[in-house]
């Protein structure tokens, strides 16, 4: 475990402790839960161990996980300006402590009907309306979308956001813009992996570990490889920005450009930065207890060496409903995603699919929630034949969730 790793929860930590002994109890709050679940995988090998497989878990065998323990803590510097550290205890994480989120936002008091905030650090891009929940997680299920868990994987925002709104009579309408760097692995996983679904985003010093097969596609002498996601190769800074509407209670629309303004031919010893931008719609309507989301994300990323560009384009789109009904919540979640390889003319690294979620969780008391999750996932790959597996794989998982809160 890196040393360096450790440094923000020991910091949150000493702030909980000392709080008291400081007069900053009022101004400080430290929030969290720990997550052990049930979990009945596919057969296929995880992603996360070098496989191919688009869950989170796999290996076939019913097991009890440790899935993580998340803290957030967030002390208010003034009225207007707050500090907020997430990390999470995760034991697949090589450094099992592994900071999320880092950032300071600054929310000045709103005087008229233009308000403004901004956000310095690193965060998750203002792009998803499923994960809003504590710990950038989906309060509708336990693993969000292929979206927003390849958000998770391989986006942070390095950097500065801005966010303006004006309310009017026809609702809330926002602008959202930011400068970032320290991105320019991102496209890695959507072009050697693709498309996968998981809630376990990726830590800010973790490296990942690539797929096997990909690595033996490309004649790879050893295998185990892993790259960085969060460094910057190329000196250049990335960039996204987008707006919404908002009508309270009603509807909610968002549309993001995103480009990381990655040099396809730089990169380093050990990594190699990608070129990677996309467009991402969203719309989210409530009425009363019930719910709907609609995400879609379009795309591509490119890189390039001593003559060849190879170019993935990537796409996806999903519908989530909700229902809440006194203590229970009942979600379920239709997608489809797909990537085409242009330019190497390597087949075997497109890829179609389409999953199937439903979850239900119970939340008896502030501390505990409970819940249950299905996933029926159907995808078809090339690189799944070279691995020793169906061109046509169908895959299934079913975990149950005790988290508890503090």
């Not at 796999?58 to 323990?69: L, Q």
């Not at 998750?124 to 979206?147: K, M, Q, R, V």
């Amino acid at each position: 475990m890196r040393a360096r790793s450790l440094i923000p929860i020991l910091l949150l930590c000493l702030w909980a402790v000392d709080a008291k002994a400081l007069d900053i109890s009022d101004n400080f709050t430290l929030t969290g839960y720990g997550d052990v679940r049930v979990v009945a995988p596919p057969g296929t090998v995880s992603y996360v161990d070098g496989g191919l497989g688009k869950l989170r878990f796999g290996g076939g065998t019913t097991t009890v996980h440790f899935a993580e323990g998340i803290a957030q803590g967030e002390y208010s510097l003034t009225d207007t300006l707050s500090a907020v550290a997430l990390v999470r205890a995760e034991p697949t994480d090589r450094d099992v402590v592994d900071p999320l989120e880092t950032y300071v936002r600054y929310t000045p008091a709103e005087t008229d009907a233009l308000s403004w905030s901004i956000k310095s650090g690193v965060f998750f891009p203002s792009i998803s309306l499923e994960n809003d929940d504590l710990g950038w997680t989906s309060p509708y299920t336990l693993t969000p979308s292929a979206i927003n868990s390849w958000i998770g994987d391989e986006l942070r925002t390095i950097g500065s956001e801005a966010t303006v709104r004006w309310q009017n009579d026809f609702g809330t309408l926002s602008l959202v813009g930011a400068l970032t760097c320290c991105n320019d692995e991102a496209g890695t996983l959507m072009a050697d992996r693709g498309w996968a679904l998981d809630d376990r985003p990726t830590g800010l010093f973790e490296r990942v570990r690539l797929p096997e097969a990909t690595e033996k596609l490309f004649g790879a002498q050893l295998l185990n490889a892993r790259t960085g996601m969060f460094d910057e190769i190329d000196g250049q800074p990335g960039w996204y920005a987008g707006g919404g509407w908002q009508l309270p209670g009603i509807v909610q629309l968002s549309v993001i450009r995103y480009d990381n303004e990655g040099n396809p031919r730089a990169r380093t010893a050990r990594d190699t930065a990608w070129d990677t931008r996309f467009w991402a719609l969203g719309a989210r309507t409530s009425w009363q207890s019930f719910t709907l989301i609609a995400q879609a994300m379009r795309g591509d990323t490119v890189i390039a060496g001593h003559g060849f560009v190879s170019q993935t384009q990537f796409q996806s789109a999903f519908l989530l409903a909700s229902y809440d009904w006194n203590d229970l919540r009942f979600s379920a979640r239709e997608e489809a995603f797909a990537t085409r390889n242009v330019g190497a003319n390597n087949a075997n690294l497109n890829e179609d699919g389409d999953a199937f979620t439903a979850a239900v969780s119970y939340t008896p008391h502030d501390w505990v929630r409970l819940a249950c999750e299905f996933i029926a996932l159907h995808s078809r790959r090339g690189e799944y034949v070279t691995a020793g597996l169906p061109y046509d794989q169908n895959d299934s998982q079913f975990q149950i969730s005790t988290r508890l809160f503090f």
